[in-house]
């Protein structure tokens, strides 16, 4: 069975500066994989997902990711932090296509400071 | 706009009590999901439906039930025998081969 680990609880980063946020899977194949953001109180939104081709996959709000199958990880990238980007943010794994085989990391909570 | 609703936003049970949490989609995908998040953890799946009249439990079935009646509507019951029922729900759907949208969540509170 698949699984996700995200080492970072909760980073805190100033306005402006780079931002890396990591994701190591466990899975034998070449997952199905993606980013989703949570607004405090909302549900998740989709900044980006990786099913094969090209391991840089840009998404929304100007984040991308890289799929490194040597490494199993899938971080998360940001060149520059705006004050809107504070949010919790998970990282999912997918054996396959099919949603009821997602499994999600526990979560990495981002501070933005002004 | 398509999208998924979930209601109430907030609900209140009482210790005993059933409750329904509804979510609907005008998205037309056919599969649907609950999940339930609780703090510093990630999202649990509950149930998960693929087609109209079918469901299957996930992995922290016991003490919720489902129904899939019409293809836009996935309600899910929390019963009394939900031991710890305090989270944040969550109802999701998609496309076969394709990512995971979700509503905007219920918060449910147990009295």
């Known amino acids: 069975a698949q699984s996700v680990t995200q080492p970072d609880i909760h980073i805190t980063v100033s306005e402006g500066a780079s931002l890396e946020l990591r994701c190591n899977y466990s899975?034998?194949?070449?997952?199905?994989l993606f980013w989703y953001v949570q607004s405090p109180g909302q549900g998740l939104q989709l900044l980006l997902k990786?099913?094969?081709?090209?391991?840089l996959v840009q998404g929304i709000k100007g984040f991308e990711a890289e799929f490194k199958r040597s490494q199993s990880s899938f971080n998360l990238r940001k060149p520059s932090v705006h004050w809107s980007d504070a949010a919790e943010y998970f990282c999912?794994?997918?054996?396959?296509?099919?949603?009821?085989?997602?499994?999600f990391g526990p979560g990495t909570r981002l501070s933005v400071l002004p | 706009d398509g999208g998924i609703t979930q209601s109430p936003k907030y609900l209140f049970r009482k210790e005993g009590q059933n409750v329904t949490l509804s979510c609907e989609q005008n998205?037309?995908?056919?599969?649907m999901y609950w999940y339930r998040q609780d703090p510093g953890q990630g999202l649990r799946l509950i149930y998960y439906s693929q087609i109209v009249n079918d469901f299957q439990k996930g992995d922290i079935a016991e003490g919720y039930s489902v129904s899939r009646e019409k293809k836009e509507s996935f309600p899910l019951t929390v019963t009394s025998a939900q031991k710890n029922p305090t989270a944040f729900y969550l109802c999701a759907s998609s496309i076969t081969g394709s990512e995971l949208f979700f509503g905007e969540g219920s918060r449910l509170t147990v009295l």
């Open positions: 999912a794994v997918g054996a396959t296509n099919y949603g009821q085989n997602f499994v």
């Open positions: 899975y034998g194949a070449t997952p199905y």
């Open positions: 998205l037309n995908h056919d599969a």
């Open positions: 990786y099913f094969s081709g090209d391991t």
